[in-house]
């Protein structure tokens, strides 16, 4: 292996998850409801799965939306919808769809497992599955005969299913008993709670804090109301950060079940004192005289204290009874925090260029064979910007998801593994460019400038004075075209072409000036000099201006002579005084004289202060597009920086951001699919043209930065 390709050992973080979707069912669909349900308890981290009313035409509540947004899903399946309304709805939520039918074979949505995968081979549960101690034998399921409250509370098989446990011995029951079904939801024994086992957060922002355990009471001729709200709630539960208990339960029959409220004060028992009131006793639709008469009868004070929540470390003591609640306090607000779940381990690896190959223990114990998804993060992935193309070139079977590389992968032992490499970025600048435009190639400034030593412009160009002394040393453009056709009769036309002659045209000799004559400052003005020299950008030389042929001349170093011959007419001269000694010329090399006369060096100013904020940079400063449309354009700057992708322009005058330039600017970014917009100029950049920059930026979904020479160059 070359020495080259080896890029070290990095530290991964893997960690093995479920496949998690959305339930799209028609509103008011009580039997659309209970089938999201049997699905949803059959899928390890099924009970994080919102079910989510669609209208006739497709549209879905704000409410629901959040909903899933907050949720961190896969995918969206159709229950029983239209085939429109559910590719509306999905749309809407940017998840693609499958059918309820198809769950098991298509789309990401089918990388889970039955949670019995997830057991010991002897049905007991690993130590990180339930959070309270077991109440009884078994899982328990509710009859899908039964009210919607248990179904919702317990979870629900199709005949089919349940048959099939039952045929494998299982250890589950399907128990019609209220009672008992509110038990097995306290104690944490239930089919929806079994499929939580192995399964946690593994990172929250804002992390979550404790909250009041959830009481919610349903109403018989409005369940479906409530069972939705509660449901949906109940998915977006913590379950590894900052646990509470939630429980479903019917406000028109609790009161009867004998003993009860010693369950509902063992559930509130034990809990660490980070938290107040102890619960909210909610509902939709149950009437508030009838919520204060159930908590009544279960022990409970209505709290007069303001609500409180803090996580401390270590815990304080639990809380002590008489238990306090509040009444229709809507935990929603504590739930909607970003999330990413999964069990995760830490897995060193030697990683090479061409190809890694990370091998290790999966952190989730299955007991048979299994699908699941695989994310791994790494800081040796952080300069790859997150799009689908960069992925494959990591690893074909692979896509970036929660800032990591994520696989769909099936498990037939703990033993796990998986391939990368790690692509060059030049190599990710190439790609991007040819997955956004039919044709790409550098412009001459471009071209230029990635045949300038990229160490030498950033130990250079962004040190003050050295941009001024190029700019004194650069051969200036010949101008007797223009002035001779300025003398004379002519057209506008003819004077725009001379301009462009003059622009583009003859050159002079190369121009050479001493130290003591470049608009720096004087104290640093050798040093600035001798710099450009050591990185050859730049020579040392004496001059001559020949009594013979009138010709000045720069004499390098390496061709003086003691008898200081003119190059020209080969007469003897004598080189430039300055009191008693020679004076030192310096003149720029031919490639950053030529750059410096094209305005290629800007360019590298806004290249240099990149790499300086994030060594993973790497931007073509110049490039020239084509689109499909064959529409073509030329972008200043255009590659990746820090993980992002971005693009920009480069103006020696604030003034040339015009409005309408922004507009450009920043649509050319949009399309090249840039994540940052870079505006960099020789001159300050107003802070009115900035915030009309961001704004315009803003409404493409782009965030903009701003590259002042006057204020990076220090």
Known sequence: ???????????????????????????NSRSGYIRAVQEASTRWGGVTEPIVPVRSDGRINPAWRQIVEFANLDGAVNVDLSVEAARIAAGTLALPLTQIARID????GRFTCHPRALEATDGSVPPFGAAWEAIGAGWTYADDGQDL???????????????????????????????????AQIGSRTGLSRTELQFRERWASPPPFPMPSLIWLCDRRTALTDCLSFWNRRALRSLGFARSPMVVL??????????????????????????????????????????????????LIESTMPTRAQSKYPPPAPRLPPFSFLLNKDPRAGLLWRRRYGVSTNVAAQVFRKRTTIRFDSPVTFNGPSLFKLNTNSEVFRPLPRRDSIARLVSPSAHWRDDGLEYYLQSFSTRC?????????????????????????????????????????????????????IEDLRTRRSTQLLKELERRKHTKEELDRARFVSEFGGRLERQSQAAKDLHVAKDQSVEIA????????????????????????????????????????????????SDDSLTVYYRLSTLIDLASDQGVLPHLVAVAALRREAAATDVIPGVNVQFADSTQEEVDLFGVHDGKVVAGEVKTSAA???????????????????????????????????????????KSGLAVKILDFTAIRV
């Not at 074979?105 to 990401?108: F, I, K, L, S, Y």
């Not at 107040?276 to 204060?292: F, T, W």
């Open 105 to 108: 074979a298509d789309g990401a």
């Open 149 to 183: 409250w248990a179904i919702t509370a317990a979870g629900c098989l199709t005949p089919e299913t349940a048959q099939a446990l039952r045929d494998v011995g299982d250890p589950s029951a399907i128990v019609q008993n209220p009672g008992q079904i509110a038990l």
């Open 656 to 698: 040339d951001f015009t409005p309408r330039q922004l507009n450009r600017d920043i649509s050319l970014s949009k399309r090249l699919g840039a994540d940052l917009h870079v505006m960099a100029c020789v001159e300050a950049i107003p802070e009115a043209t900035a915030a009309q920059a961001s704004e315009i930026a803003s």
């Open 1 to 27: 292996m070359p020495e080259s390709d080896y890029l070290g050992q990095e530290d991964f973080l893997v960690s093995v998850l479920p496949a998690r979707v959305a339930y799209l069912i028609r509103s």
């Open 530 to 577: 001798e710099a450009l020299v050591a990185v050859d950008w730049a020579e040392r030389g004496y001059r001559l201006t020949c009594e013979r042929c009138s010709v000045t001349s720069f004499v390098d170093l390496e061709h003086v002579t003691p008898t200081a011959n003119c190059p020209g007419c080969r007469s003897q001269q004598s080189y430039v005084r």
């Open 417 to 469: 593994q998986v391939e990368f490499r790690i692509p060059s970025l030049d190599e990710v600048v190439s790609t991007l460019l040819g997955g956004t435009t039919s044709a790409w190639s550098p412009s001459d400034k471009g071209r230029l400038g990635q045949g300038i030593d990229s160490i030498a412009a950033d130990q250079l160009l962004l040190r003050p004075g050295v941009l001024e002394a």
């Open 250 to 299: 019917p406000a028109y029959e609790v009161d009867t079940w004998p003993m009860f409220a010693q369950h509902i004060q063992a559930m509130l028992a034990g809990r660490p004192d980070e938290f107040s009131p102890d619960a909210y006793i909610s509902s939709r639709r149950v009437d508030e005289d009838r919520l204060r008469a159930l908590a009544d009868s279960w022990g």
